[in-house]
């Protein structure tokens, strides 16, 4: 099935894109016959091999990319990350087109943060692609939707801590200093718990690329890795650890608050957990040092108990 199917994963995209519910059957087809096909590269090759690695590998990634853009289903959208995932350890010029995606959703998240922010800007916001204006709100809505599906496979942020985290950051600041001061705040409850798990998955991509740096654990050897950006890391964790304490103790909406629960849980995870397996390489390599770990201060560690 996987050698009838994978050459024309293209056009079954393609000829899919306008019935919402083919779309999602095509991209769950797609995924799975890229999931085999990476399966059996793993395990030594099988008659699989080649079916879209290099240059085949290219149009699959364009024609997931063009879906993952255009298509609001976000079953759809999990399938097509996950088959991008997937492409990535196949075909070295999916790359590219991965990367693409996530500049040009990274772009936008970018220009539309800070309508949503404390400060907002005098201009008006850049309309949508067929010239029509759209909310501020729910543009960014659906830009980070579609970066917290796709930061599951690749680094979104483009290790830009100084940039896009921060901005999410900021984002999430301004809601938990609204909700303090017992302020409604411009970012809304879905936009919050959206960006929360947007910032854990990033953060924790960056924790596995400053904590083991050569090699690359495999889960991000594809993702673009600045260690400049990387110094930088400690301090973001650190910030997020307060937003996400001060959203536990004052935010209003309990899915709001559960969120923060959940991602203040899965950083602190994920930062134990690769300084484990970093330790462990580290060790393998002849070398003592310990790698770096997230620690809970006593103000998070309190609210999460409280909330619990």
């Known amino acids: 099935a996987a050698r009838t199917f994978a050459p024309h994963i293209p056009s079954l995209l393609l000829v899919c894109q ?4 083919a779309v999602s059957r095509a991209a769950a087809l797609c995924r799975h016959i890229l999931r085999h096909s990476t399966a059996r590269q793993r395990g030594g090759g099988g008659r699989c091999d080649g079916l879209v690695s290099g240059p085949p590998g290219e149009p699959a990634a364009q024609a997931l990319k063009t879906m993952f853009l255009r298509q609001p289903d976000p079953e759809a959208l999990e399938h097509a990350a996950e088959a991008l995932a997937y492409l990535l350890d196949l075909s070295g010029n999916a790359r590219p087109v991965v990367q693409e995606l996530a500049c040009s959703l990274h772009t936008s998240f970018l220009e539309l943060a800070p309508y949503l922010s404390a400060e ?38 483009l290790c830009n801590i100084q940039g896009f985290d921060a901005a999410v ?15 409604e705040s411009t970012i809304s409850a879905q936009l919050a718990t959206t960006l929360l798990e947007l910032l854990v998955l990033t953060l924790t991509r960056h924790i596995v690329a400053y904590s083991q740096r050569d090699p ?4 991000v050897v594809h993702d673009p890795v600045n260690q400049e950006e990387l110094k930088l890391l400690p301090t973001a964790c650190q910030d997020f650890s307060l937003v996400t304490a001060t959203l536990l103790k004052c935010d209003p909406n309990p899915h709001v608050r559960s969120a923060a629960f959940a991602a203040s849980i899965a950083l602190f995870a994920g930062s134990w957990n690769a300084s484990q397996f970093a330790r462990d390489a580290l060790q393998g390599q002849g070398a003592q040092q310990n790698p770096w770990v997230l620690e809970m201060s006593e103000d998070l560690g309190t609210s999460l108990c409280g909330h619990l």
């Open 120 to 157: 907002q800007p005098a201009s008006p916001p850049p309309p949508d692609s067929d010239g029509s204006p759209i909310p501020p709100a729910d543009a960014l809505l659906a830009a980070a939707i579609r970066l917290r599906i796709l930061a599951k496979a690749f680094d979104v942020s």
């Open 216 to 219: 690359l654990a495999r889960c």
């Open 169 to 183: 950051l900021g984002l999430l600041d301004d809601r938990a200093n609204a909700a303090s001061n017992g302020q």
């Open 18 to 21: 306008a019935e919402p519910t």
